[in-house]
């Protein structure tokens, strides 16, 4: 066996490693997110034995468990795990594409504006239902679009963004303000229930429009994944490997807005999920493959598993959107330090 073929072995033995190091991963992740599932449907403020759980997710009546696990605990599961595909999935996509961490829809003002969008629409125009929902999508994408025009000179570098982000994240806080310092009761507890973050009374027909959202958004980004990985590489080697960057981009820029639009606008803004769900899946994956899939099963599993800390683990009931805060926090800040010291990259 000459050099030339020793080395051809070796490439090809340590990318079929990598592949499956990454299918294990992908299991690993999938099942944490079903386990964390199972215990959200069977334990809460009493224990449903799994067969009445199964039962119950098979359409049989059960007495007690068709309404604990039916009507209050599956759609509540049900809207966490699609909020937190599409807020890990969209947060990724625009960390990966800008080549930081500190992209974050949560960074760069998309979730400020749908939520000034929503509280403009609940206190001002007296608004609610899924109107408020469109509302938010529409201003989501509008202030993407908005921070990406001003930022754009000779194309779009990732910190210029980031900081056009920050100043209209900034100014749309300002704006929410404002409109709550004004606010009637009625409406104020409406507003600030949606600005936290919150699944507490979800119904199963709030989650068809993210599914679908889910799908198309979602469908376009996996479609996007190589383009992507290579804008890893910067926008001159990207393009050299023949992906259409600005293109692409503005695909990218869409599809995440969409879903972390949509996911918004059906539970309110989850602080930090977005944030935080790449980087712990950069952690778990490092080179092994693309960061989308398991950034999304990570975001579902963040979201599931605080909401069921704030409901059942807490002193007090908190919405889920309190605990990732809690979490995130904390984070930010040592991302920062990291950013700022080495240079940002998942």
């Given amino acids: ?10 490439v090809i033995a340590n990318r079929r490693g990598r592949t499956r190091r990454y299918a294990v991963v992908l299991s690993v992740l999938l099942v944490l997110v079903v386990a964390v599932f199972a215990v959200t449907l069977a334990v809460g403020q009493s224990v449903t034995p799994p067969g009445d759980v199964l039962r119950v997710l098979l359409g049989e009546e059960v007495a007690g468990a068709s309404f604990s696990v039916g009507q209050l605990r599956l759609p509540r599961a049900v809207l966490s795990i699609l909020a937190g595909l599409c807020f890990g999935l969209g ?4 960390q990966v594409m800008l080549r930081n961490p500190l992209a974050s829809p949560d960074i760069i003002g998309i979730t400020s504006g749908a939520g000034a969008a929503a509280v403009f629409a609940i206190v001002v125009l007296s608004m609610s239902g899924p109107i408020v929902s469109v509302f938010a999508i529409v201003a989501g994408l509008g202030v993407a679009l908005l921070v990406y025009g001003l ?4 194309g779009v570098a990732g910190t210029r963004l980031i900081l056009v982000g920050i100043g209209v994240s900034a100014m749309l806080q300002s704006v929410i303000a404002y409109i709550l310092q004004s606010a009637p009761a009625w ?73 972390i639009a949509s996911a918004t606008a059906a539970t309110g803004p989850i602080a930090f999920v977005a944030f935080l769900s790449g980087p712990i899946a950069g952690r778990i994956v490092r080179n092994d493959g693309s960061l989308l899939i398991p950034s999304a099963l990570t975001g579902a599993v963040l979201v599931l598993a605080a909401d069921y800390v704030g409901q059942h683990l807490l002193p007090g009931r908190y919405p889920v959107g309190v605990v990732t805060g809690a979490l995130g926090a904390p984070y930010l800040i040592y991302l920062i330090i990291r950013v700022n010291r080495i240079g940002g990259s998942l």
């Fill in 91 to 94: 947060g990724v996509a625009f």
């Fill in 151 to 154: 930022s754009f000179r000779n």
């Fill in 187 to 259: 409406s104020l507890q409406e507003a600030m229930r949606w600005l936290t973050g919150s699944v507490n009374g979800a119904k199963l027909d709030q989650a068809l429009p993210l599914l679908f959202a889910l799908l198309f958004f979602g469908g376009v980004l996996l479609s996007r994944s190589r383009d992507l990985e290579a804008l890893r590489l910067g926008d001159d080697m990207a393009a050299a490997l023949g992906t259409r960057v600005s293109r692409t981009r503005m695909l990218v820029i869409v599809a995440a807005v969409g879903l």
């Fill in 1 to 10: 066996m000459t050099a030339h073929s020793s080395t051809i072995n070796a």
